[in-house]
């Protein structure tokens, strides 16, 4: 099983609004990731948690809170966000080695953020 | 800092092999992968390759690494319609310590012609 799961699939919201994003994965991966994707661009790495402590922060606005509660679940908290935040945020988790294949990034299917 | 480039879009005739090349900058990665993303989906692994490897098969896909020119290529044989996506070329930032985050290339277009 190489499933990682996404919470909401789509999501709409005002920017006084607070939300959170879910992922979740069961395959014993201790490494988990945000990353941020623009319409028609590469994803960009935002968050990486290593063994549930956040260990990259690639400089995201502090409107983005990332949580990782246990070992199979990451949240992104989401605060105040502006119109350009739009995008789909894509969660992926790997296991912890230094540059072995474990390190493979398994990617859910994604959150479409829509910020009015 | 790492730099991964690709052509943004690559059209073939169905049934046709596609080609799809990759050069990137950080020398010190130990893997580079390939993944594909279909329209509104997010990123589905492909298959990846160790630095020490210069070719690796599995089934339809043939990955190319030449190290000295830190070029990569993914060839698709016998090109279906399904195959239709973006396919990006990733590398990992490999600082040692684990759990890096991946760079990617822009993305390439395959376009499937009847």
């Known amino acids: 099983d190489t499933e990682v799961t996404q919470t909401p699939k789509h999501l709409v919201m005002g920017m006084t609004n607070k939300k959170s994003l879910k992922c979740e994965q069961h395959m014993g991966h201790r490494a988990m990731y945000w990353y941020k994707q623009k319409a028609k661009k590469p994803p960009e790495l935002m968050f990486v948690y290593s063994y549930e402590k956040l260990s990259i922060n690639e400089s995201v606005p502090s409107r983005f809170s990332p949580e990782c509660p246990n070992s199979s679940l990451l949240n992104l908290h989401l605060h105040a966000l502006q119109p350009e935040d739009s995008a789909l945020y894509l969660c992926?988790?790997?296991?912890?080695?230094?540059?072995?294949?474990?390190?493979?990034?398994?990617f859910g299917p994604g959150t479409r953020l829509l910020v009015l | 800092g790492e730099d991964v480039e690709q052509s943004l879009f690559l059209s073939v005739r169905e049934g046709d092999s596609s080609v799809i090349n990759c050069t990137y900058t950080d020398s010190s990665s130990t893997y580079l992968y390939w993944y594909k993303q279909e329209p509104g989906a997010g990123l589905q692994l492909l298959t990846y390759?160790?630095?020490?490897?210069d070719m690796k098969q599995d089934q339809r896909l043939t990955v190319l690494l030449n190290k000295k020119d830190k070029h990569l290529s993914l060839r698709i044989a016998d090109t279906q319609t399904g195959d239709s996506a973006i396919y990006f070329c990733?590398?990992?930032?490999?600082?040692?310590?684990?759990?890096?985050?991946?760079?990617f290339g822009k993305g390439t277009h395959l376009i499937i012609q009847p």
């Open positions: 390759i160790f630095s020490n490897m």
């Open positions: 992926a988790s790997s296991q912890v080695l230094a540059g072995g294949p474990g390190e493979t990034q398994y």
């Open positions: 990733a590398e990992s930032a490999n600082s040692g310590g684990g759990a890096d985050g991946l760079t």
